[in-house]
């Protein structure tokens, strides 16, 4: 896939050790493995995401870039928490997304979660995830799991309870270390009638957590303060 910095990502799986062109061991039995190129097809790095089991053994997935020039990468797991997966598995297999910087290191990860048993037909639960504009983030699978985990709604297929038919599932996550509230400027003064000579206070009475402050006073002394409450203006 061709991106921003006129290179390209390979995406696929590995279960090799360190050997050609793989500059990691494995962490299980296979893992994510993304191998990042310039506009020539020079290698610049390559980096292996996984736990102790399969990664991406029926199917890798897609792999993104992000707004910040990282990358977001998804598949399925086998694994519980190991290596760079950070979550245990809440069924046989769930799809699994990893979260880079520019550089291939992991910056968060996220399974998603639904039970699922070895029943679950055909094993697919592979993952494809893209960030939206508003830096939430679009996943899409199939799985044939009932309500359970993330999963609010029962498969619709209610007919067979051996391989029961699969169904789309789309959620969106978003980062929680972005919500915050935007600060909304309110404040009081001393006096409402401003006279020479006359010393006034400002009082700050913003709401939601404001961290820095820049008044303007034309034609006072002083006429400019960053302080939160300036007073004797």
């Known amino acids: 896939m061709l991106f921003r910095s006129n290179g390209f990502l390979i995406g696929g799986t590995s279960s090799s050790g360190i050997s050609g062109d793989k500059t990691q061991p494995s ?10 190129l310039d506009s020539l097809g020079n290698k610049q790095w ?17 792999v ?3 707004l910040d020039s990282g990358y977001l990468i998804s598949g399925e797991s086998f694994s519980d928490s190991s290596g760079v997966k950070s979550e ?4 046989f297999i769930q799809p699994w997304i990893v979260k880079t910087d520019s550089s291939g290191h992991v910056e968060w990860d996220k399974t998603i979660f639904y039970y699922n048993d070895s029943n679950s037909y055909p094993y697919w639960e592979t993952a494809y995830a893209i ?35 699969p169904d789309f599932w789309i959620c969106v996550f978003c980062d929680s270390t972005l ?8 404040l009081s003064s001393s006096d409402s009638t401003f006279c020479e000579k006359q010393c006034i206070d400002f009082t700050d009475l913003s709401t939601n957590n404001p961290t820095s402050w820049q008044w303007h006073f034309p034609g006072a002394s002083p006429d400019t303060s960053t302080l939160q409450n300036p007073t004797n203006i």
Request: a negative charge; aromatic letters at 16%; charged letters at 15%.
């Open 27 to 36: 962490y299980g039995l296979s893992d994510y493995w993304i191998v990042k």
């Open 46 to 62: 390559d980096k292996a995401y996984g736990g102790n089991a399969y990664e991406g053994s029926y199917e890798f997935g897609y």
């Open 64 to 66: 993104r870039q992000t």
């Open 88 to 91: 245990n598995n809440m069924g």
């Open 131 to 165: 960030q939206l504009k508003n830096s939430c983030y679009g996943i899409a699978s199939f799985t044939s799991a009932g309500i359970s985990g993330e999963k609010t709604q029962p498969n619709w297929d209610t007919t067979t309870t051996w391989h029961p038919t």
């Open 179 to 186: 919500n915050f509230s935007i600060p909304q400027i309110n």
